[in-house]
C-alpha cells in the first residue's frame, strides 16, 4: 500500500474519517451464549457472551479451527446462530459495518473499481461521493492501476486489498475483519494494521483476526482468545500478556564470579535462574531491576544487560502449550 | 471476560434489524446496477446469447422443421412459425434459470448475498433486481428475434408482441425466482451442475414449444400437465394469437408469482453465505 503525505487523498481514507459518537454508543455488539452448530453436526462456536465497545482494536486470536471465522461472520450477521442472542448497538445503522471475510469475497465479474463502487453505494453514498471514495481507497491499497480490470484477473494478495477497500470505502464504525493481511507484502500489511488502529483511537470497533500476531502486538487494546470452538479469554491486552506472558527474561552479561551468597540473593528477586553463565532470570514483568543489578555487582562486573519482554505471540504459544499440554494429561488420565 | 446479561427490553436481534423485511424492495436500484455491470463484463458471451442464439434458432431450427411440420394443428393461423415463435421465445427465457443459478451460487459463494442483505437489500429487492437484467436480455432477444422471424413468414400485431413478450418477462421472473431458491439448497457446484442438467433438458421437451400437445403420445401430455413451461408457453402462444386462455394465464401467472415468493422467503430465512464446499 501506498506511502502517503501528510495532507493528500490517500490519507484522507483515513484521518479524515470520525464516526458519528453520542450518548450510548459505548459499545458496539453484545453476544449471550452465541453458538453455531453446522449442517455437518459440528459446533462452530458455542456459548459466546461478550460485549465489544467502541474505541477499540480487539485481536481474535486462536488456532485454525477455534472458531474466528464462524464468530466473524455470526457477528457480521452473514450466519444465523443456533443458539444464543446477537445485539447491535440501535445507534449502529446497517451501512455502519464492514466485514471483510477469510475468502475473496469479492464479484469476480464486476471490475476492482465496480467492486469498491458498490460498497460505497450499497453504504448510500451519492454517485459522485461514491466515485471519489472509491478512488481514494484504491489508491490507498495500491490497485488504481487495475480499477478497470476484472476481478478474476488478480492475485491473491490484491483480491483480498479489493475485499479491505471495499469493506473500508463506507468508513464503517464497525469493523469485523478475518485475516485482512492474509496475502499483503509486509510493508502492506503494517500500513493497514496503523490505518485500523487509527480508526479504533477515532472511536470504531475494529475485530480484527490475524495469524500475524506480530502485527497486532502493539496495535491492539483488547485480545479476545478462542479454543475449541469457545471463548477462553477476552481482556486487555496487558491483562491478557500478564495471565499468558507474565514474566520478562533478563540476560546479564558479566566478567568475574558470581558468588554462591551473591546467587542466593538473586534467587530471592526473580522467579527462577535459568542460568549463570551468562546469568539468565526469569523475572516478573513489574520488577524493578536498580536492587538486582547492585546485587549482581558486588560479585562481578556487569558489561551488558539485556530485557526480552514476551509479546502477544509468546502469549498465545504460551497458551497453546498448556493447552496442549492439558489434553494430555486428560488422555494420560 | 466481559460476559453481561442483556438487559430486559433490550433488542435481541439473530440478525441486524433491518434484514427482517421480507418483502422490502430497499436496493433495488444498486442491484440492479450492479448486475447490469456484471453482465457487461461478460458482453463476449452476451452478444451470443443475445442476438446470435435467437438468430441461428429461428433460421436454422425453424426454418428447416417448417418445411416438414407445414401446418400445425391447435394453432389458429395453422402456420408452424407463428405456432413455434413464442416457444422459441420462452426458451430464450429460461436460459435465465441456468445463468441465475450460476450467479446466484457464486453470490452467496463469495459473500455478494451477504454483504448486499447487510447493507439493508431487501429480499424482494434482492430477487427482483437479481431477475431484472434477465427480463432486459430477455426483451432484446424478442426485438432481436422478431424481424427474423418476420423474414420466414410470422405475421404479428403488436398487441399480440407485446402480450406475448410481457408474459415471457413473466416467465424469466418464474426462472429467475426458482434459480435463487434451488441455490439455497444447493450444497456444492457438482450438485448444481446435476440439477441443470437433470431438469433442463426434460422441461424443455416436455413442453409444447416445437409440437401440440394435441398430437403427443398420452403420456407426454400428462407429464407436460406438470411442467410449467407448459402453460408458460400456452399463454405466450395464446396472448401472440390475440386469444385468452384464462386458466392457463392464471397458473402461468402463479407460478412467478409464487417462484419470487418463494426465492425471497429463501433468501429471509436461508444462510447468506455459502457452504464452505462451493
Same mark, same amino acid.
Given at each position: ?228 470452538s469457545g471463548v477462553v479469554a ?44 551468562p546469568l539468565r532470570l526469569v ?43 492439558s489434553r494430555e494429561w486428560e488422555?494420560?488420565? | ?101 450460476? @450467479? ?164 429471509? @430465512? ?9
Open positions: 500500500m501506498a506511502h502517503c503525505a501528510e495532507g493528500t487523498n490517500e490519507d484522507e481514507a483515513f484521518q479524515s474519517w470520525r464516526p458519528s459518537m453520542s450518548e450510548g454508543r459505548n459499545w458496539a455488539i453484545r453476544t449471550e451464549g452465541l453458538g453455531k452448530r453446522y449442517d455437518n453436526g459440528h459446533w462452530g462456536l458455542r456459548d459466546v457472551s461478550l460485549e465489544l465497545p467502541f474505541g477499540s482494536m480487539v485481536a481474535l486470536l486462536g488456532a485454525n479451527g477455534a472458531g474466528k471465522s464462524t464468530l466473524i461472520h455470526l457477528l457480521c450477521g452473514a450466519l444465523n446462530p443456533t443458539e444464543g442472542t446477537m445485539a447491535w448497538n440501535p445507534a449502529v445503522s446497517g451501512t455502519e459495518v464492514g466485514w471483510c471475510s477469510q475468502r475473496q469475497c469479492v464479484d469476480w465479474y464486476l471490475t476492482v473499481r465496480d467492486n469498491v463502487l458498490l460498497g460505497a453505494r450499497l453504504a448510500r453514498m451519492d454517485r459522485a461521493t461514491s466515485r471519489r471514495k472509491s478512488d481514494e481507497i484504491l489508491r490507498f491499497v495500491e490497485l488504481e492501476g487495475h480499477s478497470s480490470s476484472i476481478a478474476d484477473e488478480l492475485s491473491g494478495g490484491q483480491q483480498q486489498r479489493l475485499q479491505i477497500a471495499r469493506a473500508l470505502v463506507a468508513e464503517p464504525s464497525v469493523l469485523l475483519l478475518d485475516e485482512p493481511t492474509a496475502g499483503l507484502d509486509v510493508e502492506a500489511a503494517e500500513r493497514l494494521a496503523d490505518g485500523l488502529k487509527a480508526r479504533a483511537d477515532s472511536g470504531a470497533m475494529v475485530l480484527v483476526s490475524s495469524h500475524d500476531i506480530g502485527l497486532l502486538e502493539t496495535r491492539s487494546d483488547q485480545v479476545l482468545l478462542l479454543a475449541e477476552f481482556e486487555s491486552r496487558n491483562s491478557f500478556l500478564q495471565r499468558f506472558a507474565g514474566d520478562d527474561v533478563l540476560e546479564i552479561l558479566y566478567e568475574g564470579e558470581l558468588s554462591a551468597e551473591c546467587l542466593a540473593a538473586v534467587a530471592r528477586e526473580v522467579v527462577s535462574i535459568v542460568e549463570t553463565v523475572i516478573r514483568r513489574e520488577t524493578p531491576l536498580v536492587q538486582l543489578i547492585n546485587v549482581v555487582e558486588s560479585s562481578a562486573r556487569i558489561q551488558d544487560i539485556r530485557r526480552e519482554r514476551p509479546g502477544l505471540r509468546e502469549a498465545f504459544l504460551t497458551f497453546a502449550q498448556q493447552a496442549r499440554s488422555k494420560s488420565e | 471476560m466481559s460476559a453481561r446479561s442483556l438487559p430486559s427490553g433490550f433488542p435481541v436481534h439473530h440478525r441486524r434489524p433491518e434484514l427482517s423485511k421480507p418483502w422490502s424492495l430497499t436496493g433495488f436500484a444498486v442491484v440492479v446496477e450492479f448486475e447490469l455491470r456484471a453482465l457487461w463484463g461478460m458482453r463476449s458471451i452476451l452478444i451470443s446469447s443475445l442476438f446470435l442464439e435467437p438468430i441461428l434458432y429461428i433460421a436454422l431450427l425453424v426454418a428447416g422443421l417448417q418445411g416438414i411440420v407445414g401446418n400445425v394443428e391447435g394453432n389458429a393461423s395453422g402456420d408452424y412459425i407463428a405456432f413455434v415463435f413464442p416457444g422459441l421465445l420462452a426458451l430464450q427465457g429460461i436460459q435465465a434459470f441456468v445463468r441465475i443459478i450460476y @450467479r446466484s451460487t457464486a453470490e452467496r459463494r463469495w459473500g455478494q448475498l451477504a454483504l448486499k442483505r447487510l447493507a439493508g437489500v431487501g429480499p424482494l429487492g434482492y430477487v427482483l433486481g437479481m431477475a431484472a437484467p434477465f427480463v432486459a436480455a430477455f426483451v432484446v432477444q424478442a426485438v432481436v428475434a422478431t424481424p427474423v422471424a418476420m423474414l420466414l413468414g410470422l405475421r404479428a400485431s403488436l398487441a399480440g408482441w407485446l402480450g406475448s413478450v410481457l408474459l415471457g418477462a413473466m416467465l424469466v421472473l418464474f426462472w429467475a425466482g426458482l434459480g435463487i431458491l434451488l441455490t439455497a439448497v444447493v450444497r456444492n457446484y457438482q450438485q448444481r451442475d446435476t440439477i441443470i442438467g437433470l431438469l433442463m433438458l426434460p422441461l424443455t421437451f416436455s413442453a409444447p414449444v416445437f409440437y401440440s400437445l394435441a398430437n403427443a403420445p398420452r403420456y407426454l401430455q400428462i407429464i407436460a400437465q406438470f411442467n410449467p413451461l407448459t402453460y408458460q408457453v400456452l399463454a405466450m402462444r395464446n396472448a401472440f394469437a390475440g386469444s385468452a386462455d384464462w386458466r392457463t394465464l392464471a397458473i402461468a401467472i402463479g407460478c412467478s408469482v409464487a417462484a419470487v415468493a418463494a426465492a425471497v422467503i429463501s433468501i429471509t @430465512r436461508g444462510e447468506l453465505l455459502g457452504s464452505e464446499t462451493m
